[in-house]
């Protein structure tokens, strides 16, 4: 069996080579007999991935919290949602 390790290496190699060849994800397929719906899939993943890498930074405005009980953080997103980390 196929380890998922040596999977994503022939596939990553296929995406790069794809993206090199400047043919359509269909015509590739067909040069390499490959599923086309199989390389759109390790596209997609490659694309995620290579987003999930990138950090992006964020400024932070710090405001004076609401009451908490003394020592607490209280972490409020302007949506509703809060994180309340004590001391």
């Known amino acids: ?7 994503r290496a022939f596939w990553s190699a296929h995406v790069q080579a794809w993206r090199d060849s400047g043919l359509t994800q269909v015509a590739y397929c067909q040069q390499h007999a490959l599923r086309s719906k199989a390389l759109a899939y390790w596209i997609r993943r490659d694309r995620q991935g290579r987003e999930a890498d990138t950090l992006t ?3 932070l405005t710090v405001q004076t919290p609401p009451p908490a009980p003394p020592g607490d953080l209280l972490l409020q997103h302007p ?9």
């Open 1 to 7: 069996m196929e380890t998922m390790h040596a999977r």
């Open 57 to 59: 930074l964020l400024p």
């Open 79 to 87: 949506s509703g949602w809060q994180l309340s980390l004590p001391a």
